[in-house]
Antibody, heavy 114, light 117 residues
Framework: EVQLVESGGGLVQPGGSLRLSCAAS????????MNWVRQAPGKGLEWVSY????????YYADSVKGRFTISRDNAKNSLYLQMNSLRAEDTAVYYC???????WGQGTLVTVSS | QPVLTQPSSHSASSGASVRLTCMLS?????????IRWYQQKPGNPPRYLLY?????????GSGVPSRFSGSNDASANAGILRISGLQPEDEADYYC???????????FGGGTKLTVL
């Protein structure tokens, strides 16, 4: 069974940093591209970032480019999102999702507020 | 990059069939995209339902009932999610999405809140 479990969310002040993690199991993680998608409270889905299976190719949404960094550790079956210079508008539930968004984790809530 | 437009809400009676639309913005042709559909219930992550590109290139998500199906409406330049035999548990938000290879971004519609009467 494919499982994706996010962690690392929480309350952070504007300008602060957080690192999200996504632990994958039930599939050969190293063979799959991965994504981060977020959803602000009461709002729709917004794609954040993509990483290829090897980590060599990375894309970001314009809204996070230069502030967020996606990475992965295939030996640990883990995906990460380093978020710096956080803003109030980054407040959302952050989901990790497999390549074609066919499997999603339960999400982790990030709240940016003073 | 393309914009996907969905009606904000739709309602239908239990047992009925519904067509949820996902309109592609001008300058883009629905036939060039693989439209994916997701169902989200309150407090839960999105659930992948299916994708549709053409009748010969489509796929169902794992465990998704066959009463959920996809198609295109070329005249409306829209992707379509059809749900037949509506059940109370189908009440949810439905999102369409697609990967735009030129801009290297995922694009989502704003979602349709489906109410089952």
């Amino acid at each position: 069974e494919v499982q994706l479990v996010e962690s690392g969310g929480g309350l952070v002040q504007p300008g602060g940093s957080l690192r999200l993690s996504c632990a994958a199991s039930g599939f050969t993680f190293s063979s799959y591209e991965m994504n981060w998608v977020r959803q602000a409270p009461g709002k729709g889905l917004e794609w954040v970032s993509y990483i290829s299976s090897s980590g060599s190719t990375i894309y970001y949404a314009d809204s996070v480019k230069g502030r967020f960094t996606i990475s992965r550790d295939n030996a640990k079956n883990s995906l990460y999102l380093q978020m710096n210079s956080l803003r109030a508008e980054d407040t959302a539930v952050y989901y990790c999702a497999r390549v074609w968004l066919d499997y999603w984790g339960q999400g982790t809530l990030v709240t940016v507020s003073s | 990059q393309p914009v996907l437009t969905q009606p904000s809400s739709h309602s239908a009676s239990s047992g009925a069939s519904v067509r949820l639309t996902c309109m592609l913005s001008s300058g883009f042709s629905v036939g060039d995209f693989w439209i994916r559909w997701y169902q989200q219930k309150p407090g839960n992550p999105p659930r992948y339902l299916l994708y549709y590109h053409s009748d010969s290139n489509k796929g169902q998500g794992s465990g998704v009932p066959s009463r959920f199906s996809g198609s295109n409406d070329a005249s409306a330049n829209a992707g379509i999610l059809r749900i037949s035999g509506l059940q109370p548990e189908d009440e949810a938000d439905y999102y369409c999405g697609t990967w735009h290879s030129n801009s290297k971004t995922w694009v989502f519609g704003g979602g349709t809140k489906l109410t089952v009467l």
